[in-house]
């Protein structure tokens, strides 16, 4: 009777703990998600004062594609050669394709001092001076600590099916990003994504004239 009685209690102790154990796991609180947006260029001089037949440059950015890979809202780190790491308490405060077009939009506004710069679905409807085919490559954090993108694009004038260029940009931040916190990260890509905006500015300020 006093071995049932002991086995009993040891049942009840062994069961009390394992429930103390899976409420501390229930109860504990995830990481808080944080969210990340690219950001324009600051204010800059315009590349060049530029204008065709007495009215504003008008530019249209057809479509910007992304790797499958980059169309989730987690950010994407490149940690190997042919690994990735999703970054899931870390994440795009949207659509990062949405996003770029924004950015792209902005930062080539500013740089050919032109507000007529149109992005998907809100094309303008008239024809443009040019327009603009863009299919990223890729465009993350890779095991140097450093970011990489690269982007194949071509560029139209006056609805030409014939580009005036295709070209392939491939740029690498400066500076290795210290630490792991992404907000050095996404700071960087912005500055790349600038680099590529003034890449496509100038394509288009040789052309205006031709």
């Known amino acids: ?21 899976l409420s501390g796991c229930i109860s ?17 001089q315009p590349l060049a004062k530029i204008s065709t037949k007495n009215k504003p440059l008008s530019i249209k950015i057809i479509s910007q594609r992304l790797p499958q890979y980059l169309k989730r ?18 994440q795009w405060a949207g659509n990062l394709g949405k996003n770029m077009n924004q950015v792209l939009s902005r930062n080539l506004s500013q740089l050919l001092a032109t ?34 993108f690269s982007a194949r694009w071509r560029l139209f004038k006056n609805n030409e099916k014939k580009p005036i260029a295709a070209e392939v940009t491939d740029l690498v931040s400066s500076k290795p990003i210290i630490g792991n916190r992404f ?28």
């Open 28 to 44: 504990g609180k995830a990481p808080a998600t944080k969210f990340y947006i690219l950001n324009p260029m600051d204010s800059d």
């Open 1 to 21: 009777m006093k071995l049932r009685y002991n086995k009993t209690i040891m049942f009840f102790a062994a069961s009390s703990f394992l429930v103390v154990i």
């Open 73 to 90: 809202p987690q950010i994407v780190t490149r940690s190997g050669e042919h690994q990735l790491e999703l970054a899931e308490y870390d």
């Open 115 to 148: 507000a007529d710069v149109s992005i998907p679905p809100f094309y303008n409807q008239t024809q443009c001076d040019f327009d603009i085919e863009i299919n990223i490559l890729e465009f993350e954090k890779h095991a140097d600590n450093h970011v990489h």
């Open 183 to 210: 907000d050095n990260t996404i700071s960087e890509m912005s500055k790349l994504y600038e680099q590529f905006g003034r890449v496509i500015a100038r394509e288009i300020s040789n052309h205006v004239n031709k």
